[in-house]
Nanobody, 118 residues
Framework: QAQLVESGGGLVQPGGSLTLSCAASGIMFHIYIMGWYRQAPGKQRELVATITNGESTNFADSVKGRFTISRDNAKNSVYLQMNSLKPEDTAVYYC????????????WGQGTQVTVSS
């Protein structure tokens, strides 16, 4: 009964900011690497950012310096703070939970739309 539920998407002007939230349930949250991915129409889904339980982070080159990922284990939640948004950031953003090990296991949220436009 694992579930990831995203929220916070919407329409924002170029240069603006938006914060996405993902609430997880049904998993042992602290053993999962959490991440955000995005997919635009006609394009492949791509990694945006990841964060480990130890709060080590990785970002795609396209968002470095503009986006911040964080997690709150007490709330079983992960967040994506997006600043200086560009039209190229327009996509459906997906929350992802990855358990490493043998066997590995992962889960996806249903996505939230982010549109950057004037």
């Amino acid at each position: 009964q694992a579930q990831l539920v995203e929220s916070g998407g919407g329409l924002v002007q170029p240069g603006g900011s938006l914060t996405l939230s993902c609430a997880a349930s049904g998993i042992m949250f602290h053993i999962y690497i959490m991440g955000w991915y995005r997919q635009a129409p006609g394009k492949q889904r791509e990694l945006v950012a990841t964060i480990t339980n130890g709060e080590s982070t990785n970002f795609a080159d396209s968002v470095k310096g503009r986006f911040t990922i964080s997690r709150d284990n007490a709330k079983n939640s992960v967040y994506l703070q997006m600043n200086s948004l560009k039209p190229e950031d327009t996509a459906v953003y997906y929350c992802h939970a990855q358990r490493v090990g043998v066997p590995p296991r992962d889960y996806w949220g249903q996505g939230t739309q982010v549109t950057v436009s004037s």
